[in-house]
C-alpha cells in the first residue's frame, strides 16, 4: 500500500479499551499521513454506512469477532481487505493481539501481509406478501429462530428447489465454514475448514426424529419456508425482522467472499485447538 491512504476503523463503542486503542491509532495514522475515517453511529462519524467503503485501502477491526461481523459487513462488497485487532475474548476472526498492533499496521501498510478470502452468504428474505428485500451478506451465519420462549417453530428445507427436510426446532441456522465455529458450533453442528466451500444446514433443539445437520455445496441455493410457529431472522447476530408463517429465507454463496488480512502464519485448525482449549498437550 501506498502512502496516504484511506483507511476505516470499525470500533466496539462499548468496550472503554477498544475506544481507547482506536484513538491511539487514529493519532499514529493521521501522523503517518492517512484518511482515517469511520462509520456512521460511531463517535466523529461522518459517513453515511453506504459510502463509508469508497475509496478505502484497508478497514480496521477494534474489538472482538462481533466487531469484526460489522466491519465485513460494511466493505466486503467493495473489495476491501479487513485487519482484526483483537479486543474481545474468544477473537476467533481476529488476526493481531492489542500489544502488536502498531508492527502488524506497518506491515500491512507497507504491502507486507497475505489475504484468506472467506466464502459469505447472500441471504434473501422472500415475504408471503410483498417484495423480497435486498440481499444482505453474512460472514457467519443466517439464523431463523423462534420468537416465543415455549414454542417450536418448524420450518421446511429445500435446496435447489427440492424439498430436503422439514424441522420442529428452536431454531434453525444456515452458516458457512467461517460460521461453523460459532453458533453451529454450540447447536452440534459440524466444524468445517474454510478452505471448503459449503452450506452448513443445522437445526437447534429439533423436536423431530431427523435433527442431523445437512451440509451442501457452495452452488445450491438453501431456502427456508416458515410452515408454522412465530420467529425472527437474524444476519451474523443482527435482528433483520419478524417472519411470519410463508414467509422464505433464501441463501447461497455470497457473491463477494470476505477478504481477511494476514500477517505472518495463520493455521486454521491451530486456531481451532487454541481457541477453544482442545489440544491435549
Not at 479487513?82 to 476467533?92: A, P, S, W
Not at 484468506?116 to 453474512?138: F, I, K, N
Not at 434453525?172 to 458450533?185: C, D, E, K, M, R
Request: with cysteine; glycine share 14%; charged share 20%.
Amino acid at each position: 500500500m501506498s502512502s496516504g491512504v484511506a483507511v476505516g476503523l470499525v470500533v466496539h463503542s462499548g468496550q472503554a479499551l477498544a475506544t481507547a486503542l482506536a484513538a491511539e491509532i487514529t493519532d499514529w495514522l493521521r501522523a503517518g499521513g492517512h484518511e482515517v475515517r469511520v462509520p456512521a453511529g460511531e463517535e466523529g462519524g461522518g459517513e453515511g454506512d453506504e459510502g463509508f467503503a469508497d475509496g478505502l485501502a484497508l478497514a480496521v477491526s477494534v474489538g472482538g469477532d462481533g466487531t469484526m461481523l460489522r466491519a465485513v459487513g460494511l466493505v466486503t462488497r467493495a473489495g476491501v481487505p479487513v485487519l482484526g485487532i483483537n479486543m474481545g475474548h474468544l477473537g476467533y476472526l481476529t488476526a493481531v493481539e492489542p500489544a502488536h498492533w502498531r508492527p502488524a499496521l506497518e506491515q500491512v501498510l507497507g504491502g507486507r501481509y497475505g489475504i484468506e478470502e472467506r466464502m459469505t452468504l447472500d441471504v434473501v428474505l422472500h415475504p408471503a406478501e410483498g417484495p423480497p428485500t435486498p440481499a444482505r451478506l453474512a460472514l457467519n451465519d443466517a439464523v431463523v429462530e423462534k420468537q416465543e420462549s415455549g414454542h417450536t417453530v418448524r420450518v421446511a428445507v429445500a435446496v435447489s428447489g427440492r424439498h430436503a427436510i422439514a424441522y420442529a426446532a428452536d431454531a434453525l441456522i444456515v452458516s458457512t465454514p467461517t460460521g461453523s465455529t460459532a453458533y453451529n458450533l454450540s447447536a452440534g453442528g459440524p466444524v468445517v475448514s474454510p478452505d471448503l466451500s459449503a452450506l452448513v444446514v443445522t437445526p437447534v433443539a429439533a423436536h423431530s426424529l431427523f435433527g442431523r445437520p445437512l451440509v451442501v455445496g457452495p452452488r445450491e441455493i438453501v431456502r427456508v419456508s416458515v410452515e408454522a410457529g412465530r420467529a425472527v431472522l437474524g444476519v451474523d447476530g443482527i435482528h433483520c425482522g419478524r417472519l411470519s408463517t410463508g414467509d422464505v429465507v433464501e441463501c447461497r454463496s455470497g457473491t463477494h467472499p470476505a477478504r481477511l488480512v494476514t500477517v505472518g502464519e495463520r493455521d486454521f485448525w491451530r486456531i481451532v485447538t487454541a481457541k477453544f482449549g482442545l489440544d491435549p498437550r
